[in-house]
């Protein structure tokens, strides 16, 4: 059976990648749940499918998606079309909580996770993403919440989409949050979730945490 480590955490908590540099040294599959949020709301901004009537679309029929496994050739696919990139600019970025926040959206978004580590062929996955610790893999064998600070998290975001426009990136992680928040609790850790603050320690330190939360949590298992 695959071994499934969910993390989960607020914009710009590093947990994306610290969750690929987690599924690295475990030599395990790494599954970024956002990034099909990203893609869906891609393929709306093309022209794909209309947001007004997305909560009545048959997404498991209609939404052609495909995404790597393996964290150091990653890429994402839409049809025939490579996303990797186009579903990091700031178009998408900005535009994806409209389509997160769609409970039939988020519905199929479970579904397809499931799907992927299933057939993933991986002895396990490190799955990173909104609602993974809780409604999406509630019975993973470890599961994580890492959170950090807004102004670290602000600074990371910065960094990480290289916007030098400090506003832009607050309004982007703000709204994000806002929209996050409406469904989920997403900087209280449930129960049977393990906080990791990454707020002063650095990437190695916080890839040492996890590590070490999980190797701690599958050892009770």
């Not at 709306?44 to 009537?53: I, K, T």
């Not at 990371?156 to 290289?162: K, N, T």
């Not at 990437?203 to 599958?218: D, G, K, Y």
Request: hydrophobic letters at 45%.
């Amino acid at each position: 059976m695959t071994e499934i480590v969910a993390i989960d955490g607020p914009a710009g908590s590093g947990k994306s990648s610290v969750s690929k540099q987690v599924a690295r040294e475990l030599g395990f599959g790494y599954l970024d749940t956002g990034a099909a949020y990203r893609a869906l709301a891609w393929a709306v901004l093309e022209g794909d499918f209309e947001l007004a009537n997305l909560a009545e679309v048959d997404l498991d029929a209609s939404f052609d998606y495909a995404i790597s496994l393996d964290a150091d050739d990653f890429w994402v696919r839409v049809g025939v079309h490579d996303v990797t990139a186009a579903i990091r600019e700031q178009r998408v970025a900005e535009f994806v909580s409209q389509v997160a926040r769609i409970q039939t959206v988020r519905d199929f978004m479970k579904r397809l996770t499931h799907r992927l580590v299933a057939q993933s062929g991986r002895a396990g996955v490190v799955v990173e993403g909104r609602d993974i610790t809780t409604v999406v893999l509630p019975d993973a064998n470890a599961r994580l919440l890492l959170t950090a600070s807004e102004e670290v998290r602000l600074n990371r975001r910065s960094a990480e989409i290289g916007v030098n426009d400090t506003q832009k990136v607050a309004r982007q992680v703000s709204q994000r949050d806002a929209s996050d928040a409406a469904v989920s609790d997403f900087m209280t850790p449930a129960e049977g979730v393990i906080l990791i603050d990454s707020s002063d320690l650095n990437f190695e330190q916080t890839v040492a945490a996890v590590l070490e939360t999980i190797a701690n949590a599958t050892t009770k298992d």
